[in-house]
């Protein structure tokens, strides 16, 4: 059994996987760590763990981390020197690093013998090509501060990746691929033979697709203007993490939610579903281009695996390019092609699964 642990500063969530046996093993998250109520620590909180594994040691551990910087450009064997390596990413990723940090400390602390392993959300795009992956501002100023697209969402694009080509029954090799990962957070990447050549998130997962709280691409004079409005840094970074997306739009960031309201004829509510699946047609436009052939456009996450009304709303009118859903199949359940027989460009759905694809790291280490 495998142990897959997503350290949040507050929280883990945790999953038993046994990799021969997808169905198997058990999840869970302990919450409010170092609140009045909850477990004082990241150690006391694995304890509890610990006791829903009913004492049974796992084969391994394996630990999403957000960031890996240029350095982690694959799954990596947890030693002092890379978790001190990775306590390094943290001006990268303030909100995401050091979460994983107190959890790996944690978890090496309670299950020293058994390999931990570091599976990073940005190792997918860690190659994207030079094009893709710079900014164009001011080169020593990018380079004095490692400012360049990193890409997020690496785990969950890979994994999905991969079942679209047996779904598809074509090697992925082959393949040009837009996949869409439609969660709370939401972004966009142009897979080509099972690389990442394009990516929406950017230096930080806030850029790119409307996201549930987050507000994707802007004009990037906004920030500065509003400090200059009286926000101070702190105060718009809140603004756009957490009070912008589909929250900011409409005062809801649950996609559930803001359907119900639009069903109703709610304005804000709809509004808010429209700028977001204008802003997904917008880069499926950009991305095809880019790939200049595009076999498959792939739906994953929360929403992307559960919407249909956010699916058809978000390729419709791309008949002429190829693209054309089908509204049965679209309401359906589980991995399938949703596309018309006729069209050029396959349309799936593909549920992903990130700790499987971390156990599967794991295993790897293992063997
Ligand atoms: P994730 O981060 O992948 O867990 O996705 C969370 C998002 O999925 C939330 O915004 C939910 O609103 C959305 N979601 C889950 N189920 C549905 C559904 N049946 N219809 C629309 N959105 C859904």
């Not at 598809?168 to 969660?183: F, W, Y």
Request: hydrophobic share 40%; with cysteine; charged share 25%.
């Amino acid at each position: 059994m495998i142990l897959v642990l997503n350290s949040g500063s507050s929280s883990i969530k945790y999953r038993l996987v046994d990799p021969a046996d997808p169905g198997a093993g058990g999840k869970g998250v302990v919450e409010r760590i170092g609140e009045a109520d909850g477990p004082a620590d990241h150690t006391e909180a694995l304890r509890a763990v610990f006791e829903d594994l009913s004492g049974g040691t796992p084969d391994g551990v394996g630990h999403r981390v957000v960031h890996g910087g240029d350095r982690f450009v694959r799954p990596t064997l947890l030693d002092d020197d890379t978790v001190a390596a990775i306590r390094d990413l943290t001006p990268l990723a303030p909100l995401h690093n050091p979460g994983a940090v107190a959890g790996i400390e944690a978890a090496r602390a309670t299950f020293g013998d058994v390999p931990h392993v570091a599976v990073f959300d940005t190792a997918f795009h860690s190659d994207l090509p030079p094009v893709a992956a710079t900014y164009a501002i001011d080169r020593e100023v990018a380079a004095r501060h490692g400012i360049r697209r990193y890409g997020f969402h690496g785990i969950s694009v890979e994994y999905v990746a991969g079942r679209t080509a047996a779904l598809l029954d074509r090697p992925l090799a082959d393949l040009n691929l837009v996949v869409l990962h439609l969660g709370n957070g939401a972004s966009v990447t142009a897979v080509h033979g099972g690389r990442s050549v394009e990516t929406s998130m950017g230096f930080t997962p806030l850029e790119g697709l409307v996201m549930g709280t987050r507000c994707g691409d802007l004009d990037p004079a906004l920030p500065g203007f509003l400090e200059r409005a009286g926000l101070s840094p702190s105060e718009v970074d809140t603004l756009l993490q957490h009070r912008s997306g589909l929250a900011g739009l409409c005062g809801d960031n649950d996609m559930r939610t803001v359907e119900r309201r639009r069903a109703e004829g709610d304005e804000a509510a709809t509004l808010a579903f429209d700028v977001y699946c204008h802003r997904i047609r917008r880069y499926v436009g950009a991305y095809h281009a880019t790939l200049g052939r595009l076999d498959a456009v792939v739906f994953t996450a929360g929403i992307g695996e559960n919407s249909s009304a956010v699916r058809t709303a978000s390729l419709a009118g791309l008949e002429g390019w190829g693209i054309a859903v089908d509204p049965d199949r679209n309401d359906g359940r589980g991995a399938r092609v949703i596309s018309r027989d006729d069209a050029r460009v396959a349309v799936c759905v593909v549920p992903t699964d990130e700790e499987h694809a971390i156990a599967e790291a794991v295993t790897g280490f293992l063997a």
